[in-house]
């Protein structure tokens, strides 16, 4: 059984930096492409960043670029979230989700991913 489990949201005021959390079980985690993506009230999900089965390649969406950076442990099968510098429009339930993939290689269309998990929510205050 496959299993994605976030964790690390909380309430942050605007500024302050938060670190997301997805473990991962029930399958070959190094051979999983991996994404973060986003959902806020009366919006679609939407990505936000993304890396390569190696790690090799990542890609992250305009509005958290320079601020959010996406990394994985293969070794305990878990992909992190650092959020930076964190502002109002960040808040949002945020979902990782897994894909497999062959090539070493970022999607950011969420019809793609197999995967995901349920969200852990992300509150920012101004």
């Known amino acids: 059984q496959v299993q994605l489990v976030e964790s690390g949201g909380g309430l942050m005021q605007a500024g302050a930096s938060l670190r997301l959390s997805c473990a991962v079980s029930g399958l070959t985690f190094s051979i999983y492409e991996l994404g973060w993506f986003r959902q806020a009230p009366g919006k679609e999900r939407e990505f936000v960043g993304g890396?390569?089965?190696?790690?090799?390649?990542?890609a992250y969406a305009e509005p958290v670029k320079g601020r959010f950076t996406i990394s994985r442990d293969n070794a305990r099968n878990t992909v992190y979230l650092q959020m930076n510098s964190l502002l109002p429009e960040d808040t949002a339930i945020y979902y990782c989700?897994?894909?497999?993939?062959?090539?070493?290689?970022?999607?950011?269309?969420?019809?793609?991913?197999?995967?995901w998990g349920q969200g852990t929510q992300v509150t920012v205050s101004s």
């Open positions: 989700a897994a894909r497999y993939r062959i090539s070493d290689y970022v999607s950011v269309d969420r019809n793609n991913y197999e995967y």
């Open positions: 890396i390569s089965r190696s790690g090799g390649s990542v």
